[in-house]
């Protein structure tokens, strides 16, 4: 017997099938990425809760990085 869903008797019920079968492997890919999206957010967030409570209230690293404008600038 063909592996070819076209020779089948019943065309209909078995393009049905195939679409279905399709659908479901695109639902359990999506599935995986959010899964894993998840468990990426989880390890940010389990490390972000080890760190010491200091290091949650030090002063932004960007602070040394702001420009300021010619004008505000005194010699």
């Known amino acids: 017997?063909?592996?070819n869903f076209y020779t089948e008797t019943n065309r209909t019920a078995t393009i049905r099938s195939w679409i279905m079968?399709?659908?479901l492997r695109g639902m359990g890919w999506a599935a995986a990425f959010v899964f894993a999206v998840g468990v990426i957010f989880g390890a940010i967030w389990a490390v972000g809760q080890i760190?010491?409570?200091e290091s949650k209230t030090a002063p932004s690293p960007y602070g040394a990085?702001?420009?300021?404008?010619?004008?505000?600038?005194?010699?």
């Open 65 to 75: 990085l702001e420009i300021t404008s010619p004008q505000s600038v005194t010699a």
């Open 21 to 23: 079968w399709q659908m």
């Open 1 to 3: 017997m063909s592996d």
């Open 51 to 53: 760190l010491p409570d």
